[in-house]
DNA sequence: CGGTCCCTTGATTGATCATTCAACCAAGCA
DNA sequence: TGCTTGGTTGAATGATCAATCAAGGGACCG
């Protein structure tokens, strides 16, 4: 029945709040209030508020296989729908929580204008796990996806659609937005799986393009 | 020689500010100084500081038809090339700006949590005025386009495009993501009107799908 | 027992923030 | 000339913020 030690709960205190009002609405107070810490220990442990911004940043990196690729993808086989299913997620989440909380990483890298190099090198690490796990997904579809796809490409524009999608769905409070741009980057890879069965069949018949 | 009256001063200052730094960033000092103004000035105009910002949300809307969308269309009549050259000029604004400045819209969305109702609605409306005009866009496209294209889907998707690749772009500083989406929804543009073209010779022949 | 190490406590500090206000100015009018 | 109205001035206010620090707690070791 121990608790955590004090700076995870720290840690997951300020994830959560960062989630869900931003950094820099999330006072130190809040932080403290939540993890039931006192800010003597937060200095003891993190130099200053964006040490901490640091460490949950690192955080959530870690945490994106166990977290949110784990579940999302539990039961799910193929390579092209575990890539909706991860969209699926995100909406999971916009829905049960009225538009509310999306990406936080998409939140604190608009919010940070000036970031410092070391938090605007984590989020871009963060973008690109992600993006790497979509990119393997996409590998992984071998022919169905035309062989001259840009992959990583696609990979970066199904985060490009999952966050500007979230952005939308929070700023009009409704999921339309969302399942709007899902629903066209799904016709989309729908179209490319069709040109590349289409290019199949050509190769089959000994046909050239 | 005249210059602005203080409140449009204020209105313009504040405007690149929050552009620039974002709302929660910029102080009330950065904008008297930047407008060259009084605290009791910009007080005498807006009771509270959200009160500027709502005035800023409404005047940038005013502004996205002479400001933004004029120019990007100055000599492009192809309704569909009209959709890539208004995403062409977020992108000189990011190369202009070494990926500082995207859209200030999107950055004041996912920066206030907890917008207040009028707030919110603005940001709304933004989105709406521009998802409107590329959709008139995308109907002006006529049936180069498949006849049962959501047309008003395919804007919204436009625009989390927009959004999205400016996101990730502004947190590698690297235009290499905006450029990957915009080319992915140009693909998937060119896709859509293949599709329409054999949707027509189609029907020219009296076939049936 | 005393000593050391790690961590916690919580009041305090000083900076910064949005906002206020009494005084002031200039133009228009009588 | 004096009154009114709309706008300006900028120091002052009080709230809030991140960060500090002297004091203490308790586990472990001799």
């Not at 931003?22 to 200095?43: F, H, K, M, P, W």
């Not at 508020?49 to 990196?61: G, N």
């Not at 500007?164 to 799986?193: C, K, N, P, W």
Request: net charge negative.
């Amino acid at each position: 029945m121990d608790e955590l030690p004090t700076r995870d709960r720290l840690i997951f205190a300020a994830l959560r709040l960062f989630g869900e009002k931003g950094y820099l609405s999330t006072s130190v107070q809040d932080i403290l209030r939540e993890a039931g810490a006192n800010s003597g220990s937060l200095y003891h442990a993190f130099p200053t508020k964006q040490d901490l911004l640091v460490a949950v940043l690192e955080t959530y990196r870690q945490g994106i296989e166990p977290m949110l690729l784990a579940p999302a993808w539990a039961g799910v086989e193929d390579h092209i729908e575990r890539v909706f299913a991860l969209l699926g997620a995100y909406r999971g989440m916009l829905a049960a929580t009225d538009c509310l909380y999306g990406c936080p990483i998409g939140s604190i890298a608009l919010e940070l204008h000036e970031p410092d190099p070391p938090v605007r090198e984590l989020l871009s690490k963060n973008f690109d796990g992600w993006v790497d796990h979509v990119e393997r997904c996409l590998v992984a579809a071998g022919d169905r996806l035309p062989a001259d796809l840009d992959r990583r490409g696609l990979a970066v524009f199904t985060l490009t659609t999952m966050e500007g999608g979230v952005m939308q769905s929070r700023t009009h409070r409704t999921l339309d937005a969302f399942d709007a741009s899902i629903s066209h980057l799904r016709d989309y890879v729908r179209r490319l799986e069709q040109a590349a069965s289409a290019g199949r069949s050509d190769a089959a018949q000994g046909t050239t393009g």
